[in-house]
């Protein structure tokens, strides 16, 4: 009897730690003081107002994708590379494995994978050259493998890279390993969902939407204009999941994130927004299952919605003029439409721009076009403009009462413009001499030599004709020392953006508009969904040099390292 007790005690013994190194390799969450995790949002007290757009809430670092990558053999691929939870690898054809015990998880003390270079799916030494442990134990000579591979169907966690993608099996590329979070990516994870609880008393309906982003920027901190907005929501204590693509993080990149919120019009004033991600597996979801924090909530500053001015955004907002050009004359008592655009660095939006006639003393406000997330393309339609020179200025505020100091503007002429005669002058008729192809003797009387040195004559005179037809395009408003250096996305501003648009112009399948804004002499210095467009149409146009080498059917919209190449080549660099 004590025998058998003993025996059961020891039993369950091995049964417990069996179960405890099964389960080790399950991450069920994280907690705030994994290493990789911290809260960077803003601390203390705060205000917004109605109407406030992109206001941070929450800013933290997500925690370093679990150390998941146990390498069995082979060499690691690098962070945040896919691995196979699923793939056979059978092209890794000269390999198979042993599943001991018929069932459970890998056990390196247990199971074997082995290279059958006799392929006679059993390991032995029988034959030359001999079977090749490459993990595990080595089994007794002549033991049947379970299969072809290296993965059997209950080892859960078993992981494999092929980096050829086929092939035989490589110790110096290849790799198996255990991928316990059971995230699909080496040392590598993806961000899904958020839940978002608020400890003031600021409902739902005091905020317009939530947005969730990915830090993607070159300038930390958060940047409207750098980075990547991946998912949106409407109401506290509801998950808010990815609708676009964040990445893979790791534990040194595009690991940080931020959730904003646009306060709505009609918010309460009084009412407060404490954001907070409360203590629970399911507050930020990974694909992998290391979700949490399960062990503390965490939260930010308490902003108070008021009818003064917020202290979080005192950056002023920026609006240009597009139409008409400085020095431009227009025609009296003909209405005319003065546009342009306008853009909001400090995160609260442009929420209204202004034009003056008169030097800055009298001011009307411009009518909103294209609204995007820092701001809005505009216009303003001068009604019968009288005769003279005026000085023209534009003026942005945004959502907190941020008001930008004009500048110089613009100064232009109302006059009566009078139609110049067209004089034609005649130019002289320049004939170039096109080569002729003279045929000597009759082409049955020739030699299959002459017959080929004739008909390579002919082809020569062919294409010194089309060179004489082609159409160089001309840019003689970019600089002739100009090349695209940078690369360029939505939101962005400068001189370059007028360059691109000026090539993308330059030709009508690729052009932004036919008229207005953004076409053939009306370009802007702004990268809006105009350009993105233009760009998009010029990468697929030129996919093979731009977008086959990336893997890529469709275009993007980002200026990145080919689409450059194709337009400094259309430049002549």
Known sequence: MKKAKKFLAIFLMIAVFGWLIASSLKVEA???????????????????????RNVLLLDFNLPDPNADATTITGTAPSAGTAISATTSETDWSALGYIDASGGGAWDVAADTIFIDNDGDDKYGIESSP??????????????????DGVRDSDWTYLTTYDAASGGVWSSTTDWIGLDSDLSGY???????????????????????????????GTNAGFQVNEDTHVGSGTAFNTAITTSTDPGVYTSTSKDRMYVTADISPTA????????????????????????????????????????????????APQSFISIPEPGQSIPIGIDYTISGY??????????????????????????????????????????????????IRTRAEDHIGNTESPGAGIEITVGIIEEVPEVVEEVPEVVEEVPIVVIEKPISEMTIDELQAKITEILNSINQIKEQLVITPSFSEIPSD?????????????????????????????????????????????????????VIKFQNKYASEILTSWGLTKGTGFVGSTTRAKLNELLGK
Do not use: C, H
């Not at 993806?190 to 008393?201: A, H, V």
């Not at 006639?357 to 294209?370: C, E, F, R, S, V």
């Open 186 to 216: 080496y040392q590598g994870d993806k961000f899904y969902s958020i839940l978002i609880n608020n400890l003031g008393d600021a409902a739902s309906g005091d905020i317009l939407i939530f947005k969730v982003w990915v830090e993607d």
């Open 268 to 315: 309460t004033i009084n009412r407060t927004i404490l954001a907070q991600v409360p203590a629970a597996v399911d507050a930020i979801v990974l694909v992998s299952m290391n979700d949490g924090p399960s062990d503390s909530s965490f939260s930010a500053a308490s902003l108070r919605i008021s009818g003064g001015v917020s202290v979080v955004d005192s950056i």
């Open 342 to 391: 306008s853009t909001d660095s400090g995160g609260s939006n442009v929420k209204e721009v202004k034009v003056s006639l008169d030097g800055g003393i009298t001011w009307k406000a411009a009518t909103p076009l294209l609204v995007y997330d820092n701001g809005f393309t505009w216009k303003y339609i001068w009604e019968s403009p009288a005769e003279g020179v005026y000085s």
């Open 130 to 147: 001999a079977d090749l442990v490459i993990a595990g134990i080595t089994p007794v000579a002549t033991t049947t493998q379970t299969g």
């Open 482 to 534: 100009f090349t695209f250096n940078n690369a360029l996305k939505l939101g962005i501003t400068g001189d370059e953006i007028k360059y691109l648009q000026i090539v993308l112009n330059s030709d009508t399948d690729t052009q932004l508009s036919v008229s207005g804004i953004g076409s053939s002499g009306n370009e802007t210095t702004y990268f809006g969904n105009l350009t993105k467009s233009a």
């Open 30 to 52: 994280f907690t705030t003081s994994d290493d990789g995790f911290s809260n960077n949002s803003p601390t203390g007290t705060g205000s917004v107002v109605p109407d406030q």
